[in-house]
C-alpha cells in the first residue's frame, strides 16, 4: 500500500463519522480544528511540477513549515520554517535542497498558487496512546488576493507513521468500507494555480509548434515567430524584477531566434513588411547584452568559489563587488530599455502584423517541409565550411562568428523539428550543442579574460590589496588555460560534426536532394 492514501469525500462525513469508524481499531483521537494556509512554490517554467514534485509553505497561525512531495508515492516531507525561501540554495542542507535543486536549478522558487485549509486531525492510537496512523479530513479552498476563488474539495488523507504501514492499510480498508468516500484524483496545485489565472505547464521556452510539411511557408513562419513573440513577451516583467538570471536568458534566446527566423527565412514573408523590424530586434539583443554578460560571469565565479570550497574566494571579493555594481547599471538600464516606448510599439507593432494574414515573398507559397530543409542544409553548409577554414590560432572575432552560425543552425532545426523525425533531430541538435558549448565557453573565458584585465588597474588605483590583485592574476590565468582547453575541444568535436557522415544523416532527415 503507498504510504499515503487521499479519498474525496462524497457524502456528509466529518470528524465523528471517521472516528466511529476506526474506533473498531483500537484507541482514537480527535484534535481541535485548525486553519492553515499553503502557498504552492514551483519555478517559472514548472520545472518542480513537471518532476512529479510538490513544493508548499503551509503557515498555522505564527507557525511555518515547508511541505515537500517528490515524485511517487508518500506522504510531504515537513520540514521547520525559518526564513523566506527564494532559491534552493535557501532550503534546509539535506536530501531537500538536493531534490529541489535538481529539478529548480538556477530558477527563483516562485509563489503560483495558494488554499485556504480547514482542517481536523483524527489518529489512531495503541493502548499507550502512542499515535499510529493520521486522518486529517481537510476543506480545501483555492484562494486568489486573500479571497476564496474556486470550488472547495472535502477530502480525507490516510498517512500510517513510519514502521505502521499494515495499520494504515487497515485503516484504509475500514473507511472505505463504511463512508462515503472515492479516490481523489483532484490536484490541489493545479486548482491553486488555475484560480491565481495560470494553469501547471503554461510556460517553457522551446519552440513548441506543430507543423505540417505540406503547410504554407509564409503561415508556418508566422506561428514560429508568434510564439517567439510570446515568449519573449512572458519574461518581461520577470526580467526588469530581476526575479532570477533565467528570465532574461529566455528573453534573450527568444529574441535571437527571432532575428535568425527573420535572418534565415528570408523570402518567405514580405520583406518589405518585416525589413524594419531586423533593426529593433537587433537593438533589443544589444540592450541584453551587458547584464547577460555580467550575469554568466558572475554565476562562474560563484560556482568557482564553490568548487574551491571557499578557498581564497574572499580575496575576489573587490572584483565580485565591482561586477555586482556593474551589473546593477547594466540591469537599470535594461529595465529602462523595457519600459520604453520604443520596446511597447516593437511589441504592438510586430504582434499586429504577425496577426495579419498578408501574402508572403517569393518562397511563402511553397510547402514548409521544402523550404525548411533547404535553409537547414544551407546552415549546416555555411557552418562546416568557416569552421573548416578555421586553425587553433583563429582570431576571436572568427570563432565568435562561427558560434553565431552554430546557433542560426540549432533554431532552425529547433524551429522545425515537428517536421522531422524527432529522435534524429534531437540527435543532431545534442551533437550541434556540444560544438557549441565549446565555442560557447571559449568565448565566455576570452571575455572575462578581458574584464578582469581591463578592471585590475581600477581596483588598484582604488586601493586594492595585494590579494585582490594576486587572486584576480591568478583568475586571467585559469581563463586563458580554459580557453586553450576550449579550443582543443571545439575542433575536435567540429570535426566529427562537420564530416560526410553527420552531413548525410541531416540530408536524410530533412529530405533533401542535392543543389542549394
Not at 340 to 345: D, L, V
Not at 350 to 368: F, N, Q, V
Request: aromatic share 6%; net charge positive.
Amino acid at each position: 500500500m503507498p504510504a499515503s492514501l487521499c479519498f474525496a469525500i462524497a457524502g456528509p462525513v466529518g470528524p465523528q463519522e471517521v472516528a466511529a469508524s476506526l474506533a473498531a481499531l483500537g484507541p482514537v483521537a480527535v484534535d481541535e480544528a485548525r486553519r492553515v494556509i499553503r502557498r504552492h512554490l514551483d519555478t517559472f517554467d514548472w520545472a518542480l511540477w513537471r518532476s512529479g514534485g510538490r513544493l508548499t509553505v503551509e503557515r498555522d497561525g505564527n507557525r511555518r513549515r515547508l511541505l515537500w512531495q517528490p515524485a511517487g508515492d508518500g506522504p510531504p516531507r515537513a520540514f521547520r520554517l525559518t526564513g523566506e525561501v527564494r532559491f534552493a540554495a535557501d532550503l534546509p542542507a539535506g536530501t531537500l535542497r538536493r531534490e529541489v535543486a535538481a529539478a529548480a536549478g538556477r530558477r527563483a522558487l516562485l509563489p503560483v498558487g495558494e488554499t485556504a485549509v480547514q482542517r481536523t486531525l483524527v489518529r489512531v492510537l495503541d493502548r499507550e496512546g502512542k499515535t499510529l496512523v493520521r486522518v486529517p479530513i481537510e476543506d480545501v479552498q483555492p484562494m486568489r488576493g486573500g479571497a476564496p476563488a474556486g470550488p472547495e474539495r472535502r477530502r480525507l488523507l490516510v498517512e500510517p507513521l513510519t514502521g505502521y504501514a499494515r495499520a494504515g492499510h487497515r485503516a484504509a480498508d475500514v473507511l472505505a468500507a463504511t463512508l462515503v468516500l472515492a479516490v481523489d484524483g483532484g490536484d490541489e496545485l493545479a486548482d491553486a494555480v488555475v484560480a491565481a489565472g495560470r494553469v501547471p505547464g503554461d510556460y517553457s521556452s522551446k519552440v513548441a509548434v506543430r507543423l505540417t510539411p505540406g503547410e504554407p511557408a509564409e503561415r508556418a513562419v508566422r506561428r514560429v515567430l508568434a510564439r517567439l513573440l510570446r515568449t519573449l513577451v512572458a519574461n518581461v516583467e520577470g526580467t526588469v524584477q530581476d526575479l532570477d538570471t533565467e528570465f532574461l536568458h529566455d528573453l534573450r534566446v527568444a529574441t535571437r531566434r527571432t532575428r535568425t527566423c527573420l535572418g534565415q527565412l528570408e523570402g518567405v514573408l514580405p520583406a518589405e513588411r518585416v525589413a524594419p523590424f531586423a533593426g529593433e530586434f537587433r537593438w533589443l539583443g544589444d540592450a541584453t547584452t551587458p547584464c547577460r554578460d555580467l550575469d554568466v560571469f558572475l554565476l562562474d565565479l560563484d560556482a568557482r568559489r564553490v568548487s574551491r570550497q571557499g578557498a581564497g574566494g574572499a580575496a575576489l571579493d573587490p572584483l565580485v563587488a565591482r561586477l555586482q555594481a556593474d551589473r546593477e547599471t547594466a540591469r537599470a538600464e535594461l529595465a529602462a530599455a523595457l519600459a520604453s516606448e520604443r520596446f511597447h510599439a516593437l511589441v504592438r507593432r510586430w504582434g499586429r502584423l504577425l496577426g495579419r494574414r498578408a501574402p508572403g515573398g517569393e518562397d511563402g507559397s511553397r510547402p514548409i517541409g521544402a523550404v525548411a530543409g533547404e535553409r537547414v542544409v544551407r546552415a549546416y553548409r555555411r557552418l562546416a565550411r568557416h569552421g573548416l577554414a578555421l586553425g587553433p590560432g583563429a582570431p576571436v572575432a572568427a570563432m565568435h562568428r562561427l558560434r553565431i552560425d552554430g546557433k542560426k543552425l540549432r533554431y532552425l532545426l529547433e524551429f522545425f523539428a515537428s517536421l522531422w523525425d524527432a529522435e534524429e533531430t534531437a540527435a543532431l541538435v545534442r551533437e550541434l550543442k556540444l560544438v557549441q558549448d565549446a565555442l560557447g565557453d571559449y568565448h565566455d573565458a576570452w571575455l572575462q579574460r578581458e574584464l578582469v584585465v581591463g578592471l585590475g588597474d581600477e581596483i588598484l588605483a582604488a586601493g586594492g590589496r595585494a590579494a585582490a590583485l594576486l587572486a584576480m592574476g591568478e583568475l586571467a590565468a585559469d581563463l586563458e588555460r580554459r580557453q586553450r582547453a576550449r579550443v582543443e575541444t571545439f575542433f575536435a568535436r567540429f570535426e566529427t560534426f562537420a564530416g560526410a557522415p553527420t552531413r548525410a544523416r541531416l540530408e536524410r532527415l530533412v529530405g533533401h536532394r542535392g543543389g542549394e
